[in-house]
């Protein structure tokens, strides 16, 4: 098969922190879980349960309330203990804290199974709806809003299903394709339906091209597989392939390659298409999630099963705990979520979101090393030793969105704010190349993000 990559920048990412992506580890049920109320992406969900009172298993506790809003369900059984402020990154959030009490209603007893070849394309997104699924990944935005924004009768939709794997903390989707395959598989066809697509199509990175005919091959066996055409091609293997920008400029190459139209894609991750089939065919919210544990003060890295709303100390106890003087001194080590070249810092009480694809722990001792690296981990320190640019052009060679990333650098640091800057931040995506490659370590990608040309340009 023909692999179709961007045509330029990126980098190649590679770190020997991360898990291994074969296999997943079931965790042990969380005695606590803490369950925000609102995330990034939208309103505050209105809460329907009380403190004090026991809750069931996947219940409703809160119910989504405007757009970016969503309907959130109880992980585990348990009582609701308080409820506490919580403040991961840029936003302030109302959550709930569970504490493990009661029997499963699913855990561990036969799957039922629902038909849903019959439902309109109305019932399904309301479906999806009530059940509160999310995208499993980015700012968690809510399915229904992605779905019901479509006019299907003025403009034809591809579903595109994104499994490509341009960094080693994506993991955990890769352990998703492969263990849920037939999930992912019929899941793609309920997602085409809701979203109004005749069209499926599967974007597997060259590197896991083993994943295409497991795909395909779970994909054939629905009996409603003849509805939709169903294809997949290869992409490179570069970060950041699986940006939404860089996926479609090789998706409009595969369509000029193939001749086939598809119209507007609507891309969708592995995690997201299996928690569409768990809301549709189970009739489950989403409740659990693969996650990429590692770092360097880990013991053992390895893909987590866990359910949402666990702690992040009690995933790195099921790697194993840390290694070192951290295993008796947990206050030197550093965590964060998400991905060493796109992440957060987060603190061990932090909770498992729905959108949390990895954690990593790294050693206060290796600390300048780290930042040496990893741009995600600049968030982590308070103080960085100053440090000058030596117009060196690096940025430059592989910057995907081809801007010159010095010159935007160093205009917003001098402070020339005029129109000329709107264009050139607006099309920054955010991907951290040129910080990964910048012998300076200088906060390139971090502070062009934060212009105030970037909050007033994107908002579409």
Not at 52 to 67: D, F, K, P, V
Not at 130 to 142: N, Q, Y
Not at 453 to 459: E, L, T, V
Request: glycine share 8%.
């Amino acid at each position: 098969m023909k692999v179709f990559s961007f045509p330029k920048g990126g980098i190649n990412f590679e770190d020997s922190f991360a898990p291994e992506k074969e296999h997943s580890r079931l965790a042990f049920l969380p005695e606590i879980v803490v369950i925000p109320l609102s995330t990034e992406s939208g309103a505050r969900a209105y809460p329907v349960a009380r403190v004090g009172r026991h809750i069931e298993e996947g219940m409703l506790i809160a119910r989504g309330q405007g757009a970016g809003s969503s309907n959130i369900h109880s992980p585990i059984p348990g009582k609701l203990i308080k409820m506490v402020k919580w403040e991961p990154a840029s936003f302030l959030s109302d959550a709930f804290v569970i504490r493990l009490e009661g029997s499963f209603k699913k855990l561990g007893k036969p799957e039922t199974k629902y038909t849903w070849t019959e439902l309109s394309r109305f019932e399904t997104i309301s479906l999806i709806r009530d059940k509160g699924v999310t995208e499993m990944d980015g700012l968690g935005r809510p399915l229904f809003d992605i779905f019901s924004k479509h006019d299907t009768a003025r403009e034809r939709i591809t579903l595109l299903v994104r499994c490509v794997f341009d960094d080693p903390w994506l993991a955990a989707d890769y352990c998703l394709c492969k263990e849920r395959a037939g999930a992912i598989g019929e899941g793609a066809l309920i997602a085409a339906k809701a979203a109004g697509a005749d069209s499926v199509v599967f974007a597997v990175s060259a590197a896991s091209k083993e994943l295409v005919n497991v795909l395909l091959d779970a994909v054939n066996r629905c009996e409603t597989a003849g509805q939709f055409r169903v294809s997949a091609f290869l992409t490179g293997s570069r970060y950041p392939q699986q940006n939404d920008f860089e996926l479609c400029s090789v998706f409009r190459k595969y369509e000029k390659y193939e001749n086939t139209p598809a119209g507007k894609p609507v891309i969708l991750g592995p995690a997201t298409i299996a928690a569409v089939y768990d809301a549709v065919v189970l009739r489950s919210p989403p409740l659990e999630r693969y996650v990429a544990v590692g770092g360097s003060a880990v013991k053992h890295p390895t893909v987590v099963k866990v359910r949402i709303g666990s702690r992040l100390r009690d995933l790195f106890a099921e790697c194993g705990g840390f290694r070192g003087k951290a295993e008796t001194r947990p206050e030197s080590v550093f965590t964060a979520i998400g991905s060493p070249l796109m992440g957060r810092a987060a603190n061990l009480d932090e909770p498992v979101l729905k959108t949390s694809r990895g954690v990593f722990a790294y050693a206060q001792k290796k600390r300048e090393a780290a930042l040496n690296f990893f741009p995600a981990l600049k968030n982590i320190a308070k103080l960085l030793p100053a440090a000058v640019c030596i117009s060196c052009g690096e940025c430059r060679n592989v910057c995907p969105a081809g801007l010159d990333p010095e010159d935007v650098y160093k205009r917003i640091k001098d402070g020339r704010h005029d129109d000329a800057m709107i264009p050139l931040v607006s099309r920054c995506i955010g991907c951290g190349c040129c910080e990964t490659v910048c012998p300076s370590k200088l906060p390139i990608c971090a502070n062009i993000m934060r212009s105030t040309f970037k909050g007033a340009d994107c908002a579409g």
